[in-house]
């Protein structure tokens, strides 16, 4: 169904809602599964009207659609059967049992078991687990608090829980506006229409007397209003056709959005008559109707389509169907117990938190100096004074330096973690400005022409690479941050000059929004769907908000206070907050309603004066969190009052500046001695592990003992590299921490325990023989000498692994929430379920004719973890991972598949590397091959997708690769990787991004490598030597890409820094393999090894005797081994296993 046909289906939703249309407003809902009313579903849960209850919910969804859906049947159905046990009607219990709850046997038959046993008790509340079951009415209220979540979780009830902010009797308006239209065309209009009939258009007859002169040809200026019509039913006439565009309301920017803007072309129908190109100014004044049919300037479905994109979330007193709130929080969610104090030797202006690596805090400071903390570690990873890149490029800057103090004004990571941009500012005195005085965050000044912004890659744990330097402003930048207008990462900026600009990642200027008259102060890059645009505030107190067009600004209205203000989002993106500071030290908290422009809630609490600008922040999609008064307070988003406020245990400046981590269990907060605080909730607490104090560290040495984090940590432990380099060196590692010459580098003091052990002691390679050395576990039900592990996988929620066999039948294994293992995350400590449906199906891929000693498996995992697809030499198989049994089967050989890949963007689209050579660009929905990749000689052995570079790369068993153009399919390059003397080029190569999506790994029997994507040039190698020189089975990054895990067909397994390729540990085949089984006659050794996804120092091993082992380092240990000096390549006078380089140039090498 199109766009404009489904809002045409919420139109009707309101009209049968405006006319009491009760049961056929609901019925709507159901049918078309548009929107699901909680309001409703609330109502006839709280009634007990099971029936009606599932007969609702099946018009979104199923009971085995997935694990949410199943889920929430579950609860409900349970809820119906422990309600018929305390009536009590046994008969209905068990009828209920049969009919209703039997289907979730086929999942957990243990559970039905027990819930079967419920029957023999007198009060089923004699079950301990039931033993706090109140009355009906209560048990009723917890369950919907569960369902809620449930379904506000269900991918499938995406964009269908909330309903569009329609001003009331909106379709009515539609028709009066279009009888108006037809009114305006006819030749002889009348002064009061007869309207009898919507079923045929609207004509007037002629009049008795001569012709009236038709308005048609008229200009737009002399056509009079026509009058309004009388009303077609119980409501109030319908308004005429034109209506005040209210510069003051965000529903008239979007509304009035241009119909030439790229955004808005998206959303508009063929059919759809354009704009005037002067409607600009138009926004601004009154309209009238056209006269012209081809000067359509009313507001038509496709400007109501944008403005309902991007309208909010609808909150209660704005929509007609409303859903409750539930307090699902509590205070204890908020972080306020500090954990670390950190000392960083300047003022520290701005700070941010990876999107996904929550321990990685990045800082900007007063002089300039920009600082990656692990936060975990309490460890300075990389430290970047400011200097300008390219002094030819900017003389004038360059001959400010010296003179002038640059401070950072704001930090920022990009989406993906991948990008860190910051722009500096060159502070001058009050005597040097003009009149016009700036606090915080902002600085103004005519003494020099323009300001800069700097662009990092974030290549790993202890690197940030010069990426791109833009000459952005004329003054100050004072704000920056990362935007996606169509799909493309940029930056947008804003500046004393009065601008906000956009770039894209190349330095190439997009945009330039102008119109406000006083120098920007804070920018809001935000979206609604498909729909981007920006909110941008200046010190005037103005705010305005533009698309990515060059329209003008689709709104300006007051901010209170009228000074200088930031907006902010709620994480969700459902609701729009501001905080600033007037002149006069008065401060302002408020939530808008974006649909009118309007505050919709002020907060109070503030002190009467501040001495500068409050710094916000929200999080978790219930609180705010504002710096005041030498303290933190707090708000619930719905509450106006102060919910509760922290002084951090003290030494907080007057002004704090803070910053929650993108899960809102830690909060980075200023401190008055040049430094920052950590606080953290119990979430937040264990990510940062208490490392002082453990109790095994009293046995330990006091320089050891003084930072460890436990490998149970959620959240992973970088470990920097501190390293000399000698220019004459043959061995070269990855480019030099922070830019800085490592001779400067090597006196200063050691900053982490890796670096405190080196110095205190030799450097010895970490060599793991014994069981005892690490933890492990063998998954039960894995061992088959039969049939070898071929492909192995973890799931992408971290709680399973699932593995592939030579015979074509893939097994699946869960952890699951218990005491010993309290996050439900895969672990070596704890052993995990072989999971198996009751129905007792195996994922059993096609194998008919084929002969499975020369078949190449493959297997690819949907990011949701509900499907996963592979092929064993016959045809592709599609299960479902909860069930097991298959959905479809496509691509039937021959060719066979041979590689499985997803699109990043479209899970509908995969590549698939075929037996011929070839790779088939499939789309599941449509079942067609899109594209034919033709390249290689040999069969496709690897297949890798980079977002960043817009590129697929694929391998294969000729040992080239390709780079693949994602947008038009086309190649761009291909070159043979370097094998030794007398190689034949053939065995399997693979490839795999690192996290920063630009470098790659490449894997070979004969080595590991490291290219840049984006040349195709070779960084890095290393090839088997020394105790590890058996030819290489398997590699892969670490999550977060720290490691790499290579496994040798020996049984060894190395563990590689993934920035040096030097060795860090060996784990030989004694320390996962029984001495029955390195006696045996039968040879065992890993074939491959995946990574989990979350803890980077826990990998997995499939095994040719069909067993998978999971490997851990000890808890006191933490990781494995510690990075290796490098003197030379000789370390301590034993030669390492050392990585070599290309044959590039230093300066190629350090990029």
């Not at 689709?554 to 459902?574: E, F, K």
């Not at 030290?585 to 009467?608: A, D």
């Not at 020996?1050 to 320390?1071: H, K, M, Q, W, Y």
């Given at each position: ?66 694990r949410y859906s199943m889920k929430i049947f579950f609860e409900i159905r349970k809820q119906k059967y422990l ?273 996904t690596h929550q321990t990685l805090l990045l800082v900007g400071s007063s002089n300039g100096e920009i600082t ?310 119990a979430v937040g607490h264990r990510s940062l592990r208490a490392v002082e104090n453990p109790p095994f560290e ?454």
């Amino acid at each position: 169904m199109s766009s404009l046909s489904r809002e045409l289906v919420f139109l009707i939703l309101q009209f049968l809602e405006e006319e009491k249309f009760k049961e056929s407003v609901h019925k709507l809902e159901k049918e078309s599964g548009f929107y699901f009313n909680m309001k409703y579903f609330d109502e006839k849960v709280q009634a007990g009207e099971w029936d009606e209850v599932e007969k609702y919910l099946s018009g979104f969804t199923k009971v085995d659609d997935n694990r949410y859906s199943m889920k929430i049947f579950f609860e409900i159905r349970k809820q119906k059967y422990l309600e018929a046990l305390d009536r009590p009607d046994k008969a209905k219990a068990v009828e209920i049992l049969v009919t209703d709850l039997k289907v979730f046997s086929t999942f957990n038959e243990e559970l039905y078991k027990e819930i079967t046993q419920l029957l023999t008790l007198s009060n089923f509340r004699e079950n301990e687990q039931l033993s706090k079951y109140g009355d009906t009415k209560t048990a009723r209220s917890i369950m919907l608090i569960e369902l809620k979540k449930l379904i506000e979780a269900n991918p499938l009830f995406r964009d269908k829980l909330t309903f569009p902010s329609l001003k009331s009797s909106r379709l009515r308006t539609l028709i009066n506006q279009s009888l108006n239209w037809q009114h305006q065309l006819c030749k002889n209009p009348r002064s009061n229409p007869d309207i009898k009939t919507l079923f045929t258009d609207h004509t007037c007859a002629p009049p008795n007397g001569p012709l009236a002169p038709t308005p048609v040809n008229l200009p737009v200026a002399a056509v009079a209003k026509p009058a309004s019509y009388p009303s077609l039913g119980a409501h109030n006439p319908f308004p005429p056709t034109a209506a005040p565009a209210n510069a003051n309301a965000l529903a008239g920017w979007m509304a009035n959005a241009s119909a030439s803007s790229s955004v808005q072309a998206s959303v508009v129908t063929a059919s759809s008559i354009p704009l005037a190109q002067n409607q600009v100014s138009v926004l601004k004044h009154s309209r009238t109707p056209p006269t012209n049919p081809g000067m359509v300037d009313y507001q038509g479905p496709e400007h109501e389509q944008l403005m309902k994109r991007l309208r909010p979330t609808p909150s209660i007193e704005e929509v007609t169907y409303s859903t409750s709130r539930q307090q699902t929080w509590s205070l204890d969610d908020l972080p306020r117990t500090v954990a670390v104090t950190l000392p960083q030797g300047s003022t520290v202006i701005s700070m941010d938190f990876h999107p996904t690596h929550q321990t990685l805090l990045l800082v900007g400071s007063s002089n300039g100096e920009i600082t990656l903390w692990e936060l975990a570690m309490r460890d300075k990873l990389v430290s970047k004074p400011f200097k300008i890149w390219d002094m030819a490029s900017l003389p004038f800057q360059a001959s400010m330096v010296k003179d002038v103090p640059i401070s950072v004004s704001r930090v920022a990571w990009s989406p993906d973690g991948n990008f860190v941009g910051m722009c500096p500012l060159m502070s001058i005195t009050l005597s040097e400005m003009p009149s016009l005085y700036l606090n915080g965050l902002l600085a103004a000044g005519a003494a020099f022409n323009k300001h800069l912004i700097q662009l990092y890659t974030y290549a790993g744990s202890n690197e940030l690479r010069q990426h791109l330097q833009i000459d952005a402003h004329v003054g100050g930048v004072n704000d920056l941050a990362f935007a996606h207008p169509n799909k493309q990462l940029c930056v947008v900026t804003c500046g004393d000059d009065k601008i906000i600009k956009v770039w894209d990642i190349t330095g190439r200027n997009l945009f330039n929004f102008e119109g406000h008259e006083a120098p920007v102060y804070s920018i809001c890059p935000h979206h609604k769907e498909n729909i981007q645009f920006i909110f941008s505030t200046a010190i005037d107190g103005k705010i305005k908000a533009w698309l990515y067009d060059n329209m003008g600004s689709r709104v300006d209205y007051d901010a209170p206070g009228h000074w200088c203000t930031t907006m902010l989002y709620s994480a969700d993106g459902s609701r729009l907050f501001s905080c600033g500071t007037s002149k006069e030290g008065e401060s302002f908290l408020v939530e808008w309603n974006e649909s009118e422009g309007t505050i919709k809630r002020s907060y109070v609490g503030f002190r009467k004066k501040s001495t500068g600008v409050v710094q916000f922040d929200t999080t978790q999609n219930h609180f705010l969190a504002v710096g005041e008064d030498s303290q933190i307070k707090f708000w619930d988003m719905d509450n106006v009052n102060v919910l509760t406020s922290t002084d951090a245990e003290g030494g907080l400046p007057s002004l704090p500046r803070l910053r929650f981590s993108k899960d809102g269990n830690l909060l980075a907060v200023t401190t008055a001695d040049n430094g920052f605080k950590i606080l953290t909730n119990a979430v937040g607490h264990r990510s940062l592990r208490a490392v002082e104090n453990p109790p095994f560290e009293a046995l330990r040495g006091p320089i050891e003992s003084a930072v460890k984090v436990s490998a149970n940590s959620a959240v992973s432990s970088v470990s920097p590299v501190n390293c000399k380099v000698e220019r004459s060196s043959p061995v070269r590692p990855s480019p030099i921490i922070n830019g800085v010459d490592p001779a400067s580098r090597s006196m200063e003091k050691p900053r982490s325990v890796d670096d405190v052990i080196d110095k205190a002691k030799p450097w010895q390679l970490a060599e793991i023989v014994d069981s005892g050395q690490c933890r492990l576990v063998t998954l039960p039900e894995s061992t088959d000498s039969s049939c070898k592990v071929v492909r192995l996988l973890y799931t992408n929620s971290g709680v399973g692994i699932l593995a592939l066999g030579s015979n074509g039948v893939q097994k699946l294994w869960k952890w699951t929430r218990t005491e010993q293992n309290p996050s439900g995350k895969a672990t070596a400590s704890v052993v995990p379920q072989h999971w198996v449906p009751s129905s007792g199906l195996l994922m059993t891929n096609d194998v008919s004719g084929v002969n499975l000693e020369e078949a190449v498996p493959c297997i690819a995992l949907s990011k949701n973890d509900s499907y996963v697809m592979s092929a064993t030499g016959g045809k592709v198989s599609l299960f479902n991972m909860m069930t097991f049994k298959v959905m479809t089967t496509f691509m039937s050989p021959p060719p066979a598949s041979t590689f499985l890949a997803f699109h990043p963007q479209d899970n509908n689209i995969i590549a698939i590397g075929m037996e011929d050579s070839t790779i088939h660009i499939y789309n599941v929905r449509v079942d067609e091959v899109k594209s034919k990749l033709k390249g290689h000689q040999k069969r496709i052995t690897g297949l890798a997708f980079s977002t960043n570079l817009n590129i697929l790369v694929s391998s294969g068993a000729d040992a080239q690769l390709c780079v693949w153009s994602i947008d038009t399919w086309e190649k761009r390059k291909s070159i043979a990787i370097q094998l030794p003397a007398g190689k034949a080029p053939n065995g399997d190569t693979r490839v795999q991004f690192h996290t920063d999506q630009i470098r790659m790994l490449v894997v070979h029997e004969t080595q590991l490598a490291i290219y840049d994507a984006s040349k195709m040039e070779r960084i890095r190698q290393w090839v088997p030597q020394d105790t590890l020189s058996a030819p290489i089975s398997c590699a892969t990054y670490s999550c977060y890409s720290q490691f790499v895990y290579a496994t040798f067909c020996d049984g060894n397994v190395g563990v590689f820094d993934a920035e040096t390729l030097r060795l860090r540990c060996n784990i030989a085949p004694s320390a996962y393999m029984s001495t029955s089984i390195l006696n045996g006659s039968q040879t065992v050794h890993p074939l491959v090894v995946a990574a989990h996804p979350i803890e980077p120092n826990q990998f997995a091993v499939g095994l040719t005797d069909g067993s998978v082992k999971v490997l851990e380092p000890t808890e006191s240990e933490g990781k494995w081994g510690v990075p290796p000096p490098v003197d030379n390549g000789i370390l301590n006078g034993r030669t390492t296993s050392s990585s070599t380089t290309s044959n590039h140039t230093p300066d190629q090498l350090q990029r």
